[in-house]
């Protein structure tokens, strides 16, 4: 049995894991297993007796809770399991506070611990009332921008008539007669009156991150700032490609507008908003988009390619997104700035969590005919290139047919493909090996 989330390996008791169990209570749960290496074999304890009443009594002692610690035994050999169930409320050792997420332990402190609190005392950011606001800090314009966008959705019934107190309590945005964090958030005149860190910053990079060309900041409320980033984004850090049809002059954008809003929105609804304000990196070859915030628990890195939960951080800002039409319910976020992508026949996106929090990237495609002729390769590679791009592999069979050559000069140019970093082997080498691109 391997190590996995909720189950632990060690091959003898140190104190320090009173950690571990204070990260499985407050997480789901889980199990370690003491006497037991990395792999999960079986080595034994000699002070299985002692360590026996020692554990459940440093567990009651220090952490308050009660923990169910088993011996067993297999070929003479005892080792100890300590079961660690979830708790509702949260748990503490000597006052920090720990935190079982994937198969790592994290000690939660500043917005992280704020965000667990109010967690475990059944409340997320969004929905605690601001006492410090009125309805004069609700600005009336951003309401009509987003009842134009509610009406064509079809989400919001029944608001017709409805004068901003009355709309703000049907949105769950008012209550005995205040605002919560999510109506300033959504609706307000100036949300960084009352939270720090509420704009987004964009930045122009050369060849690395010390190289910056220029940056712009934007502030307000959620519905401004979606419109006034892309707009920012599309005036001053976009490149667009002018095509011509006849007569006509297309302006083709550099990247999706579709995959731009939804990661744009991803960052708004789900980030935390008690900690570091939107980043967005623009490079030559991609642009990047971080928020704030890890991952919802049970969701991975690779779920979000896939049909997943949706698991809102700010449960009260997202439905009243939903309402507008400006996001789904379903968790489809993720997966829409995938298809984006795949319709611009640019990479899969990369999704990231870094420095505690969450990164979508979005890269262009840059295996132009333009780029692949300065590389210097040839047109029998730039045509198997293209049919690569199109179906998502190429044999060496089928280099030889689409090119009508010899075995030997196909090997001869795929491998310079694989020497360049363009193509890659893709499972066994020889027969039926397959050639896909370097993602």
Known sequence: ???????????????DY???????????GGTIFIGKDDSGKIIGLPDYKSLMDEIPNKVRNQLGIMVEVNLLESNGLQYIEIITPPYSVP??????????????????????????????????????????????????????????????????????????????????????????????MLFGKDPGKF????????????????????????????????????????????ISKVEFE?????????????????????????????????????????????????LPEGITLESLKHQHASKPRNPVIADVCFKGGYIDSWGRGTIKIMEACKSEGLPEPDFKELSGGFLAIVSKNILTEEYLLKLGLNERQINAIAQVKKIGEISNSEYQSLNNISRATATRDLQELVDKKILTNKGTKGQGSVYVLIK
């Open 246 to 294: 006849g007569m006509n002059r297309i302006e083709k954008p550099e990247y999706p507008v579709a995959a731009i809003r939804e990661m744009m929105l991803n960052a708004l609804v789900h980030r935390n908003y008690m900690g570091a304000h939107i980043q967005i990196r623009v490079y030559d070859d991609n642009i990047n988009i971080w928020n704030d915030g890890f």
């Open 91 to 184: 748990i503490s050792l000597r006052g920090r506070y720990y935190y079982r997420s994937g198969s790592a332990k994290h000690e939660l402190v500043g917005p992280a611990l704020n965000e667990f609190l109010l967690k475990k005392s059944g409340k997320t950011w969004d929905d605690v009332i601001e006492p410090r606001a009125t309805l004069a800090d609700i600005d009336e314009q951003t309401i009509k921008t987003y009842l134009k966008a509610a009406e064509k959705a079809g989400r919001l019934p029944e608001f017709e008539g409805l004068g901003t107190p009355e709309l703000l309590e049907k949105l769950r945005l008012f209550e005995n007669n205040q605002l919560k964090r999510a109506a300033i």
């Open 1 to 15: 049995m391997p190590e996995q989330q909720n189950i632990e390996f060690k091959s003898s008791w140190h104190e």
């Open 18 to 28: 009173l950690k571990w169990i204070c990260g499985f209570a407050n997480a789901q």
């Open 195 to 238: 939270f720090p860190n509420t704009f987004v910053k964009i930045g122009r990079f050369g060849n690395s991150d010390a190289d910056l060309k220029y940056q712009e900041q934007e502030e307000g409320n959620l519905i401004r700032l979606l419109e006034n980033v892309i707009n920012q984004l599309n005036r001053k850090f976009f």
